[in-house]
């Protein structure tokens, strides 16, 4: 079974889906299960170098709101084994570069570990996930080769990629994050329970086993 996670760097709720998910794996086994982490940049229009943080969040939502949001999503994260430090991130960044890295660590093999360096790195640390020198050390705690990912990242190597699969997304009809892809042709949006997203693995894949029997008999 083919599981695609489409998710934005820096979208809590992708972060606590996230963590759900790894319960749901280990609860399961994981086996028969290929796991890919999609791009959506939830705000693309934010510019190089990103903007206040604060500033940005009370635009968006205004003060209140911003503030309740907050308050919901640190409860629920620290169920999820998360502390959400929300007054350390000074910037909001424009998140194409990470989901570059994304990507370049999934072909070194580290894909799920990168995904969970950069939420950590961003909602915990408070450190800017749009800055190459955080990226590059996000590459290095990952194992992967710094001198290849500063390359990659000095060029416009893959830009376009994830621009396309991020339009990719939305003309499947995904309008928020996380969703998850099933084989392509199924879809569960939002940060679901462990054990809703194992009930639906032990579905899809009884039903692909049927299918075998069934092509094969």
């Known amino acids: 079974m083919q599981l695609d996670v489409v998710s934005d760097t820096v979208c809590p709720w992708c972060y606590i889906g996230k963590k759900r998910l790894d319960q749901a794996l280990a609860m399961h086994g994981g086996d028969n299960i290929t796991l890919a ?5 939830l705000d693309a229009s934010i510019p190089e170098g990103g903007v206040d943080r604060k500033a940005y969040m009370e635009k968006k939502f205004g003060a209140e709101r911003a503030k309740a949001a907050g308050n919901t999503i640190r409860e629920l994260g ?4 998360i502390t959400f430090r929300f007054e350390k991130i000074e910037r909001s960044p424009n998140t194409l570069d990470s989901h570059r890295l994304v990507r ?5 093999g580290c894909q799920n570990e990168m995904v969970d360096i950069l939420f950590r790195r961003y909602f915990e640390d408070g450190e800017d996930v749009g800055s190459h020198d955080v990226l590059l050390d996000a590459a290095n705690e990952a194992g992967m080769d710094v ?6 990242l000095l060029k ?6 994830i621009r396309r699969e ?3 997304a939305r003309q499947m009809g995904i309008q928020g994050v996380p969703s998850f892809v099933i084989n392509s042709q199924w879809v569960m949006v939002g940060a679901q329970e462990p054990e809703t997203l194992v009930r639906m693995f032990d ?15």
């Open 37 to 41: 982490w999609r791009p959506f940049q």
């Open 156 to 161: 416009d190597a893959d830009k376009e990629l």
């Open 104 to 108: 370049w660590a999934g072909t070194g």
């Open 147 to 152: 001198e290849i990912v500063r390359d990659l």
């Open 78 to 81: 620290e169920a999820a084994g």
């Open 203 to 217: 579905k899809l894949l009884a039903r692909e086993a049927e299918e075998a029997r069934t092509a094969t008999s």
């Open 166 to 168: 991020d339009a990719l």
